[in-house]
T-cell receptor, first 111, second 115 residues
Framework: QKEVEQDPGPLSVPEGAIVSLNCTYS??????FMWYRQYSRKGPELLMY????GNKEDGRFTAQVDKSSKYISLFIRDSQPSDSATYLCAMKGGGADGLTFGKGTHLIIQP | DGGITQSPKYLFRKEGQNVTLSCEQN?????MYWYRQDPGQGLRLIYYSQIVNDFQKGDIAEGYSVSREKKESFPLTVTSAQKNPTAFYLCASSMRGLRGRNEQFFGPGTRLTVL
């Protein structure tokens, strides 16, 4: 069983819709959860960072973490064509090592 | 203008050759990382370094080597022992400390192709 599961998509929605992206994980040691946005052939850009369970909002983006279900989500409100990209979830425990990533969801916002 | 630079953007290698990918950061970050990304795959950790002159293997270190002689620089060498080196290579950096090391910032990447 892979540590982090993420539906690769593509997920296609009309402009202005609310987008829901999610990941599940199996390692209960994960405490820190991130969402990155990656445009084609570019490096990932950090969008959201959350610690433990709860919600965090930043502009049109909301990140949710449910550690009891081992499930994290990213919501995008008022989606724009410029939001079209691959969204990667990432997580780690308390150590000094690297992040564990999902495979990424390819999101397409139709004008 | 602070950030992470990687060079070259594109790199072509013949089988049997070693190549070195450059990563430089001017963010004054202590920690640096190398990841590999294959099509349709997430990023996988190759090596990481928390301080100068110290580094640790990640999940897929075989066929790779690194050095950390300066805080700003963390070059990655892809050796001929790496069986499938064609991939997109990403360098990242972060501050030290509990929260800092979890927020990793990425460079633009180097696309390596073996001919």
């Amino acid at each position: 069983q892979k540590e982090v599961e993420q539906d690769p998509g593509p997920l296609s929605v009309p402009e202005g819709a609310i987008v829901s992206l999610n990941c599940t994980y199996s390692n209960s040691a994960f405490q820190y959860f991130m969402w990155y946005r990656q445009y084609s052939r570019k490096g990932p850009e950090l969008l959201m960072y959350t610690y433990s369970s709860g919600n965090k909002e930043d502009g049109r983006f909301t990140a949710q973490v449910d550690k009891s279900s081992k499930y994290i989500s990213l919501f995008i409100r008022d989606s724009q064509p410029s939001d079209s990209a691959t969204y990667l979830c990432a997580m780690k425990g308390g150590g000094a090592d690297g992040l564990t990533f999902g495979k990424g969801t390819h999101l397409i916002i139709q004008p | 203008d602070g950030g992470i630079t990687q060079s070259p953007k594109y790199l072509f290698r013949k089988e049997g050759q070693n190549v070195t990918l450059s990563c430089e950061q001017n963010l004054n970050h202590d920690a640096m990382y190398w990841y590999r990304q294959d099509p349709g795959q997430g990023l996988r950790l190759i090596y990481y370094s928390q301080i100068v002159n110290d580094f640790q293997k990640g999940d897929i270190a075989e066929g790779y080597s690194v050095s950390r002689e300066k805080k700003e620089s963390f070059p990655l060498t892809v050796t001929s022992a790496q069986k499938n080196p064609t991939a997109f290579y990403l360098c990242a950096s972060s501050m030290r400390g509990l929260r800092g090391r979890n927020e990793q910032f990425f460079g633009p990447g180097t696309r390596l192709t073996v001919l």
